[in-house]
């Protein structure tokens, strides 16, 4: 599944109405048009990663959040306005 016209909407609505109790009435919304389409994405592209480095690991448990951190972020906005991953590659017992 690629990410719809409607995911972007869905990123910028909510970063500006920046309400807890909207994203809440639409996390629903969230889990539909964000983070399943990312997980595929990351799922997909395992194999291509892999071939890169088979040290990477995708994992698309590492999908970022959209609040954003509110001990740096006094009276900032709550959210972010977009989404990424993070990989990360396994280090072996050679490397230390």
Known sequence: MLFSEEAISFLFEN???D???WFKEHKADYHRLIEEPFAEL???LTPIMNDIDSRIV???KKISRL???ARYN???PIFRESVWCSLKCQRDKSDV
């Open 15 to 17: 970063h500006t109405r």
């Open 19 to 21: 309400s807890k109790e």
């Open 42 to 44: 990351i799922t997909a």
């Open 58 to 60: 995708c994992n698309p």
């Open 67 to 69: 609040y954003k951190d």
């Open 74 to 76: 006094k009276g900032g």
